[in-house]
């Protein structure tokens, strides 16, 4: 069964500063990979997906993550946080011939001014 | 274009009854999918529809939860007997066809059992 750790339960950043989100995955093969993100009161928003090709993905708001089968992971960055950044943050991952993605528990981005 | 709506924003309820959640999807979108998310947890996978059928039923805890898409379009949650671990948000969304689409989620229904 596959699975998605997300190892900071919390991150705290200054605006301005750079930004990167951890995420393990556990699966066999090639994998989907998913980074969403929940704001209060609204929605779960997609910033990115990976399905193949290159390994370093662009998203919106800025936001790039990068496939690395070596170390099973698919961390989120941003070069420069705002303010706005702040919300909760989710990896999941989705197998092959399924879309369906199973979510990791999240992380909680409090930026500073 | 108008999202993915979800009636009630909040539902109470006492342990032992009947509730019913309302997604309403984006128009067009052949595939609805069901989550829940407790405190402190990301989503979890309940059951997701293709059309008018349950193309994926596994997550479903028990069989006190149904759900339904008669016309391929609106979905109900339907939770019978309701238990406090019962309470949380239960979030909708749809994408376009199920093959890899965004899936775009609603703003769910938070659910709590007294």
């Known amino acids: 069964a596959q699975s998605v750790t997300q190892p900071d339960i919390h991150i705290t950043v200054s605006e301005g500063a750079s930004l990167e989100l951890r995420c393990n995955y556990s699966?066999?093969?090639?994998?989907?990979l998913f980074w969403y993100v929940q704001s209060p009161g609204q929605g779960l928003q997609l910033l990115l997906k990976?399905?193949?090709?290159?390994?370093l993905v662009q998203g919106i708001k800025g936001f790039e993550a990068e496939f690395k089968r070596s170390q099973s992971s698919f961390n989120l960055r941003k070069p420069s946080v705002h303010w706005s950044d702040a919300a909760e943050y989710f990896c999941?991952?989705?197998?092959?011939?399924?879309?369906?993605?199973?979510f990791g528990r999240g992380t909680s981005l409090i930026v500073h001014p | 274009g108008a999202g993915v709506s979800q009636t009630p924003s909040n539902k109470v309820t006492e342990k032992g009854k009947y509730v019913e959640l309302r997604c309403d999807p984006i128009?067009?979108?052949?595939?609805l999918y069901w989550y829940r998310q407790s405190l402190g947890q990301g989503p979890e996978f309940l059951i997701y529809?293709?059309?008018?059928?349950?193309?994926?039923d596994s997550g479903l805890p028990n069989d006190r939860f149904f759900a339904v898409r008669p016309e391929g379009s609106v979905s109900t949650l339907k939770i019978q007997r309701t238990e406090r671990g019962d309470s949380a948000v239960y979030l909708c969304?749809?994408?376009?066809?199920?093959?890899?689409?965004?899936?775009?989620f609603g703003p769910g229904t938070r659910l709590t059992v007294l």
């Open positions: 990976y399905f193949s090709g290159d390994t």
């Open positions: 699966y066999g093969a090639t994998p989907y």
């Open positions: 969304a749809s994408s376009f066809d199920g093959r890899g689409n965004e899936q775009f």
């Open positions: 128009s067009g979108h052949t595939a």
């Open positions: 999941a991952v989705a197998s092959g011939g399924s879309y369906i993605p199973t």
């Open positions: 529809f293709q059309g008018t059928g349950a193309a994926d």
